[in-house]
């Protein structure tokens, strides 16, 4: 059991030290900045609307990016952090060379996997830094907001991202199986930014029946239930998390038994 754990955790290591030949890290850290930052311009140019908000200001500013990075950013980041993940072994037929060192697949199939659900956590969690630090810097720039005079709910808005993370843990198995099945990495990618776009015509249109059943809407119902205007999107709730998110964790336990048995199965690539 310890041989296996230490086994797994050199593996883990060793994906990300891989990451150095990649701009994922850079992706995951930019990317969280971005959303603060969009809101932060939308905050400096649209005062005369949103400067008389009355209550905590922190909260509408918090749900304004938790909407955006649940409903247009998270999905987009995923395929291409997914498809990605694996290209540099597809490019290189290093597979051939992996599978010849005395480790079991699970190893490469899950170390992988695990990076890939971290590097969502770091974008999260950029996020939720530069978020506090663009709205103490909006209140420099337009005092008239206050965000300085009230304090934020940090536990709210940590168990708020919570519900955004576990809706996109299906997507994010489904789409990392994908890229470990297909070398071309433009194929996943394909795929995955027509589901973005189906689901987001599916949430516009109101369609919530139907985007219960379709796992790249998981997130922006989130997004919507819980953001500015609390659109009420008919989701069930089951012990604090709603019928989306468990859906989700059941997608990524299904695709992930599913992508580990068929590579355990198949011949080296």
């Known amino acids: 059991m310890n041989t296996a754990i230490s086994y797994f955790s050199r593996s883990i290591v060793a994906e990300t030290f891989k990451l150095k030949r990649t701009p994922l890290l850079w992706i995951a850290l930019i990317g969280g900045i971005f959303v603060s930052g969009f809101v932060f311009l939308i905050y400096v140019f649209s005062v005369e609307n949103l400067g008389n908000v009355k209550g905590n200001p922190w909260n509408l500013y918090f749900r304004f990016g938790f909407t955006m990075i649940s409903l247009l950013f998270a999905m987009p980041y995923i395929v291409l952090v997914t498809s990605s993940i694996t290209y540099f072994e597809h490019n290189s037929n290093t597979w051939k060379f992996l599978y010849t060192l005395p ?3 699970g190893n490469f199939y899950f170390s992988k996997l695990f990076v890939v659900i971290s590097l969502i956590a770091v974008t999260y969690i950029v996020y939720f830094i530069s978020l506090f630090i663009t709205g103490y810097l909006l209140d420099f720039i ?11 709910d940090f536990v709210w808005f940590i168990s708020t991202l919570g519900h955004s993370y576990l809706s996109l843990l299906g997507i994010t198995s489904l789409h990392y199986w994908m890229s470990i099945r297909w070398k071309n990495f433009i194929l996943p990618m394909s795929i995955g930014l027509l589901g973005f776009i189906i689901a987001v015509f599916i949430l516009l249109a109101k369609k ?18 819980l953001g500015p205007h609390n659109e009420p999107t008919g989701m069930l709730q089951f012990w604090k998390l709603t019928s989306a998110e468990w859906l989700s964790l059941a997608c990524f336990v299904v695709f992930t038994f599913v992508g580990f048995w068929e ?6 690539k």
Do not use: C, H, W
């Open 263 to 268: 590579e355990k199965k198949s011949n080296v």
């Open 103 to 105: 480790l079991q697949k």
């Open 208 to 225: 919530y029946d139907m985007a219960i059943y379709f796992p790249y809407a998981y997130a922006g119902l989130v997004g919507l239930e």
């Open 142 to 152: 337009r005092p008239v907001y206050g965000f300085q005079k009230t304090a934020p």
